[in-house]
């Protein structure tokens, strides 16, 4: 299974940018995708998620700002992210909880990350 992540840049404080990931492999199911985020020094944190029937879950530094959808037919994740500011500065990287076709285990597997820089 590969999480392929894209989207990221700089932008300027009151931006907007929109991250996308996709994933590919032996997928039987995928239950819930989501963003993370890792800033310089800091531990990585949840961003948002979704469930596989669309239910989201926001930080609360992020909420109304962010917003989280997934395409289940194209397995893909994105993340429209609004009002940045410099404390979104950091490396994003997707996440997905995944059933595949050779195993009925449920793993986690993640991206490659992609850096989001808000300059002010």
């Known amino acids: 299974v590969q999480l392929q992540a894209s989207g990221g840049g700089l932008v300027q404080a009151g931006g907007s940018l929109r991250l996308s990931c996709a994933a590919s492999?032996?997928?039987?199911?995928?239950?819930?995708m989501g963003w993370y985020r890792q800033a310089p020094g800091k531990q990585r944190e949840l961003v948002a998620s979704?469930?596989?029937?669309?239910?989201?879950t926001y930080e609360d530094s992020v909420k109304g700002r962010f917003t989280i959808a997934r395409d289940n037919a194209k397995k893909t994740v994105y993340l429209q992210m609004t009002s940045l500011e410099p404390e979104d500065t950091a490396v994003y990287y997707c996440n997905a909880m995944v059933v595949t076709t050779y195993s009925s285990y449920l793993g986690t597997y993640w991206g490659q990350g992609t850096l989001v820089t808000v300059s002010s």
């Open positions: 492999g032996s997928i039987f199911s995928i239950n819930v």
């Open positions: 979704i469930t596989s029937g669309g239910r989201p």
